[in-house]
């Protein structure tokens, strides 16, 4: 099971720290990846992480910092410098393996948590 939290109400140029809280499996045996879903769009990779790799979508790690505690049951997205068009739902997956070359791509995770909404606004 995956459970993200975090996501709120923040002004542009403000900074975030989402959640991702894992149970129910070998954590140190999955990748957890975070995507996000902005209106009328499909849902975007922004990075993946597991025992040994940290990998980033793009541009993503300019603004995206990716963490996890020590116990590796909980991974973390800082978001700074947040703009309007970061609005959305955030999502954290997992799959079995490590970061390949998909990680990037919604369909190679067979777990998702429900989401949390991120809202960047005046």
């Known amino acids: 099971q995956l459970v993200e939290s975090g996501g709120r109400l923040v002004q542009p140029g403000g900074s975030l720290r989402l959640s991702c809280l894992s149970s129910?499996?070998?954590?140190?045996?999955?990748?957890i990846s975070w995507f996000r879903q902005v209106p009328g769009k499909e849902r975007e990779g922004i990075s993946c992480i597991s025992a040994y790799r940290l990998r980033y979508s793009d541009s993503k790690s300019r603004r995206f910092t990716v963490t996890r505690d020590g116990a590796y049951n909980t991974v973390y997205l800082q978001i700074d410098d947040l703009t309007p068009e970061d609005t959305g739902i955030y999502y954290c997956?997992?799959?079995?393996?490590?970061?390949?070359?998909?990680?990037?791509?919604?369909?190679?995770?067979?777990?998702w948590g429900q989401g949390t909404q991120v809202t960047v606004s005046w």
């Open positions: 997956a997992a799959r079995q393996g490590s970061c390949s070359d998909d990680f990037h791509e919604a369909r190679a995770y067979e777990l």
């Open positions: 129910g499996f070998i954590v140190a045996d999955y990748a």
